[in-house]
């Protein structure tokens, strides 16, 4: 099997995870947001490093799934986050995804 039709059922199988890595100010000490890492822990081959299967899913279209895949995890979890207006979510978006607006419009969809 192709590594990118792994990546195609791997969002459906959901091998792929967010992490969260705290966002901290050097001044104050606190937590002010969180940026969300995707990981992705295939069942036949472990797990795959992001050096690895980020640059595959640009090459083959599918960064914006992938990409979508993460801002639904993180709206789900929205309840659970601090609710304060400084609090912020950071995510990676691949410049493709940036085309005709894609980006624009997944958010508003979500």
């Known amino acids: 099997m192709s590594l990118s039709w792994q990546i195609s059922y791997g969002i459906t199988a959901n091998e792929f995870m967010v992490y969260c890595q705290p966002l901290i100010n050097a001044k104050s000490g606190e937590c002010d947001g969180i940026e969300l890492l995707l990981r ?3 069942a036949r081959q472990g797990w795959i490093p992001p ?4 640059p595959l899913a640009e090459r083959q279209n599918l960064i914006a799934p992938l990409t979508r895949f993460v801002i639904d995890k993180t709206v789900a979890q929205r309840p659970n986050l601090p609710r304060c207006s400084s609090f912020h979510i950071t995510i990676k978006v691949a410049a493709s995804h940036f085309r005709d607006r894609a980006i624009v419009e997944d958010l508003q969809q979500l």
């Open 40 to 42: 992705w822990h295939n």
């Open 51 to 54: 050096d690895v299967f980020i």
